[in-house]
């Protein structure tokens, strides 16, 4: 494994991709930066896709089929999944996915060219918009999952570990609204014990949901109790809507 937590092959493969993307773009390559799973050191083979935003100066269909051949050879190598933007559409983008953005601020590498994070800045109203918007997508989703899986409990076991990281993304963006420092350690767990204590939330049911994403197995105590992970799944569905009021409350800069 390489210092971002890459097997030898993907770590191989992510330097042939870029070396190529260089090559092929040339001077409208503006920069090259990778982002999740990978860039936080938390690769996992086989799951993870490898994020990274291309940034190009022209994003013209004929400078996108220059690059496509080998952004395809990319992901069928390595899940390489591209975001492309023009250095001007970041700031814009940020707007409009507020809380998406400012994570890829917090946790990236520049791997070419210039960083488009540095000087990135969103309006306080845009992100806890976004976090209100997030936060009720995330409730109306698990609902209609749990629909299918309630009674069976490895695929709801499944269902709420997909719940644990973009909730703690959104919980990352709420701290940040009331004036948290950023975590060195973003991992679930340490979102949600940082997010029970400063908001006064489920510890207990945060606490397995971040052991059920850690794992992507029920934790100890629940592993073949399908009322206990209906009762977790009931609690959970209760935070999220908390979350969300506390977020809502935020407007104008109280809580």
């Known amino acids: 494994m390489d210092k971002l937590g890459a097997t030898p092959e993907i770590a191989a493969a992510l330097a042939h991709f870029q070396e190529d993307l260089i090559a092929a773009a040339g ?47 990319a992901r069928r190598a390595a899940n390489v999944s591209p975001m492309i933007l023009s250095p001007n559409e970041v700031q814009p983008a940020a707007v409009v996915f507020p809380t998406k953005f400012l994570d890829m ?6 791997l070419h060219g210039e960083d488009p994070f540095t000087a990135l800045e969103v309006p306080r109203e ?46 990352t963006a709420l701290l940040r609204l009331v004036d948290k420092p950023v975590l060195e350690d973003d991992r679930s767990a340490v979102v949600f014990e940082a997010a029970a204590s400063a908001f006064g939330a489920d510890r207990e049911a945060l606490a397995q ?17 399908s009322k206990g992970l209906q009762r977790l799944a009931d609690r959970i569905l209760g935070a999220l809507p908390f979350f969300t009021d506390y977020a809502e409350r935020l407007k104008g800069g109280t809580s």
Do not use: F
């Not at 490898?50 to 051949?69: Q, T």
């Not at 976004?130 to 936060?135: D, F, G």
């Not at 009674?151 to 919980?171: G, K, Y």
């Open 209 to 225: 949901l971040a052991q059920l994403r850690h794992a992507e197995l029920t934790p100890v105590g629940i592993v073949d109790d």
């Open 27 to 73: 001077k409208n390559l503006a920069g090259l930066i990778l982002y999740g799973g990978l860039a936080r050191g938390r690769y996992r083979p086989g799951k993870s896709d490898i994020n990274v935003v291309v940034l190009l100066h022209d994003v013209s269909a004929a400078a996108l089929e220059v690059i496509s051949p080998i952004l395809r050879a």
């Open 126 to 171: 845009q992100i806890r918009l976004r976090i209100v918007q997030e936060l009720r997508n995330l409730t109306l989703r698990l609902r209609r999952r749990l629909i299918d899986v309630l009674d069976d409990p490895e695929l709801l076991a499944a269902a709420l570990a997909e719940t644990a990281r973009p909730l703690a993304i959104e919980l």
């Open 105 to 110: 601020k917090d946790h990236h590498v520049v």
